[in-house]
C-alpha cells in the first residue's frame, strides 16, 4: 500500500471504532421483549483511545501532518489522472459500500458492490428522510485522488431508487469554502426546517473544521434547501462563540435538528466529546451546543449548552446523539451519549446516556441516565430500534464481555432494560462490534447484523435472527462478500428500504 494511503488509513480508523478485544465468558443473553430494528449514527473510539482527546489529537493529525504526506512519492502527481491510465498508482485508496437488499425468511441476500474516489467513501452512513440516505467520504478530495485537496463529499441517495453507482447520488455536497481535511460529513442530521421557509434543511458535521489558530474547534455547515434540493450557494456556517470554543473542540461531531422551543424553526443540537469549559487540571467534559433556527437561518452561535454532571475529563459527552419520540407523546426525545461518562465521581468511566423528555427543559438535567461496565465504553453507538411496531433504544458497548455487547432498552417501561446481544464464549475471532442494525426479513422475524472492522483479516459482519423473543447464536451473515476486507462492517445501517448497507472505508483498491 503507498505510505500515504496507509497513513491516512491509520490515522482516521484510529479516531472512530472501538477496535479492541476483552476476555470474559457469557452466553447471549435473550430479551424478556421482542427486541429491535435500528437507526441513528454515531463516532466509537479506537481500541489504544487511552489519550483524553481521541478525535482531535488523532483526527488533526491528518491535518496538521498533510504537507508532508502529500509529498509521498506514491501519491498522484497528475491532478487528473483517473483509474485506469497507464501511470496510475498500482494502488488506489476508494473505500466502498456493499448493498444487501431482497432478503429471504432465512437471511439470505442479494448484494451490490459501489466503490468511492477515495477519502474513506462509506465511513459514515445515514438516513436523511422518508426520501433520502447519504453516505459520506470525509477525505475526498476536488479532484479525486489529489490527496492535497481533501474537502469530504457526502452523497445523497433517493431510497426508491436502485443504487448501483456513484453517479445514482441525487446530490453530491462539497464544503462551501472548499476547505481542507476538515472532516466534512462526519455526521448529517435529518432533514429539517431550519429557516421556516417550508423546504428541508441539511446541517452537516465539519468537526476538525479550525478556528484561526485552534485546530479541530469544529462547525456546522447548514445547506438551506429550496424547490431545487440542496447546493453549495445557499449555505451558512456555525461555530461556538468565543466564550466555549478551544482547540481540539470537534464540535459537530454529532448532530440532531429539532423544534425544541416549538417556535416553528428547527434548532440544532451539535456534539464535541472534546468541547466544554476547560476544567482545572486541564481537560473538558465534552459538551452539546443548541444553536437557534430562525427566518434568517441557523444561529452564527450557541444559544445554551448541555454538560454532563460530574465534572471530569474524558468523559467524552456528546459523542454522539439521536432524537426521536420514544413514548408516543409527538414531542421529541433526546438520547446523548459520552462513551466515557462516570456516574459519580468516584465511579470509573464506563460510559453511558442521558435521556431527555420532550416537554421537560432538558437545561434543568436529563430525564434518565443509563450506564454501562466499568471500561465497557458504554454508548458508541446508539440505534432506534422498533419490532411489532414497539420502539427500543439500542446501545453498544464495544468494551462489554468478550467482543462487545448490543444493550436493548424499553422507553414504555422508563428505560427498562430488556437483554443483550453478545458473542458466545465460543466464539473465536479476535476484535470488536464496530456498529450493528437490524432488518425484518419475514412477518415474524427481524435479523441483527453487527460489523466488525477488526473481525478477521478485513473486517466482517456477523448475523442472528430475533424470533419468538429469542435471539439466535451468531454466525457469519449469509450475505457475507467471499474475501471481506477494508475495514468491512465499520458502519451497518438499515436506510428504511428494506435494504442494510455495509461500509468498507479502509479498501484499497487495486489494479
Keep these: 500500500m503507498p505510505a500515504l494511503l496507509k497513513t491516512l488509513a491509520i ?77 496510475d498508482p498500482e494502488e488506489l485508496q476508494t473505500g466502498g459500500i456493499y448493498i444487501f437488499s431482497d432478503f429471504d425468511g432465512s437471511g439470505n441476500a442479494q448484494s451490490r458492490e459501489i466503490l468511492g474516489n477515495g477519502g474513506f467513501f462509506g465511513f459514515s452512513i445515514m438516513t436523511l428522510s422518508d426520501k ?56 448529517a442530521t435529518e432533514l429539517c426546517d431550519i429557516n421556516g421557509d417550508g423546504f428541508d434543511d441539511l446541517a452537516v458535521s465539519s468537526h476538525l473544521a479550525p478556528f484561526g489558530d485552534l485546530y479541530a474547534a469544529g462547525e456546522i455547515v447548514v445547506f438551506y434547501g429550496d424547490a431545487s434540493g440542496w447546493n453549495e450557494e445557499n449555505t451558512s456556517i456555525s461555530r461556538l462563540s468565543d466564550k466555549y470554543i478551544q482547540k481540539a473542540d470537534s464540535i459537530s461531531q454529532s448532530l440532531v435538528c429539532l423544534d425544541y422551543d416549538s417556535d416553528g424553526f428547527a434548532d440544532i443540537f451539535a456534539g464535541g466529546q472534546n468541547a466544554g469549559p476547560e476544567l482545572n487540571g486541564g481537560g473538558s467534559q465534552g459538551m452539546v451546543a443548541m444553536f437557534k433556527g430562525s427566518a434568517q437561518g441557523l444561529s452564527e452561535h450557541e444559544n ?50 442521558y435521556i431527555y ?79 450493528f442494525d437490524t432488518i425484518k426479513i419475514s412477518a415474524d422475524t427481524d435479523l441483527i447484523v453487527v460489523g466488525g472492522k477488526t473481525f478477521g483479516n478485513g473486517g466482517m459482519t456477523y448475523c442472528a435472527t430475533i424470533n419468538n423473543k429469542t435471539i439466535s447464536e451468531p454466525e457469519v451473515c449469509r450475505f457475507q462478500p467471499d474475501s471481506p476486507e477494508g475495514g468491512f462492517g465499520y458502519s451497518v445501517k438499515n436506510t428504511g428500504n428494506g435494504e442494510i448497507v455495509v461500509g468498507k472505508p479502509e479498501y484499497i483498491h487495486r489494479f
Design 304 to 353: 445554551s449548552v448541555l454538560l454532563p454532571d460530574v465534572e471530569e475529563k474524558a468523559q467524552y459527552f456528546g459523542s454522539g446523539m439521536l432524537v426521536k419520540d420514544f413514548n408516543g407523546d409527538t414531542l421529541p426525545d433526546l438520547v446523548i451519549a459520552g462513551w466515557g461518562l462516570k456516574e459519580s465521581g468516584s465511579s470509573s468511566n464506563s460510559g453511558g446516556v
Design 11 to 87: 490515522m482516521l480508523c484510529a479516531v472512530l471504532i472501538a477496535c479492541g478485544g476483552s476476555s470474559s465468558d457469557e452466553e447471549n443473553e435473550i430479551p424478556d421483549e421482542n427486541v429491535p430494528a435500528g437507526d441513528s449514527d454515531a463516532a466509537t473510539p479506537d481500541e489504544n483511545d487511552e489519550d483524553p482527546n481521541p478525535v482531535s489529537d488523532t483526527d488533526s493529525a491528518v491535518e496538521e501532518n498533510d504537507e508532508d504526506e502529500n509529498s509521498d512519492a506514491d501519491s498522484p502527481e497528475n491532478d487528473n489522472e483517473t483509474p485506469g491510465d497507464d501511470s
Design 132 to 187: 433520502y440516505w447519504a453516505v459520506s467520504a470525509i477525505h475526498e478530495s476536488i479532484p479525486a485522488f489529489d490527496w492535497d485537496k481533501a474537502t469530504g463529499k457526502l452523497y445523497i441517495f433517493e431510497k426508491e431508487k436502485k443504487i448501483e453507482k456513484l453517479e445514482d447520488a441525487a446530490f453530491v455536497l462539497n464544503h462551501p469554502e472548499k476547505s481542507l481535511n476538515v472532516g466534512f460529513g462526519y455526521a
Design 357 to 435: 423528555l420532550g416537554g421537560e427543559n432538558w437545561f434543568a438535567g436529563a430525564s434518565k441516565k443509563i450506564f454501562g461496565e466499568a471500561d465497557s465504553q458504554f454508548g458508541s453507538a446508539l440505534k432506534i430500534i422498533e419490532i411489532g411496531g414497539k420502539k427500543y433504544l439500542a446501545v453498544l458497548a464495544p468494551k462489554d464481555k468478550n467482543y462487545g455487547t448490543v444493550n436493548f432498552y424499553d422507553p414504555a417501561e422508563n428505560f427498562a432494560a430488556r437483554g443483550r446481544f453478545s458473542f458466545p464464549s465460543a466464539f473465536a475471532e479476535e476484535g470488536n462490534i464496530s456498529d
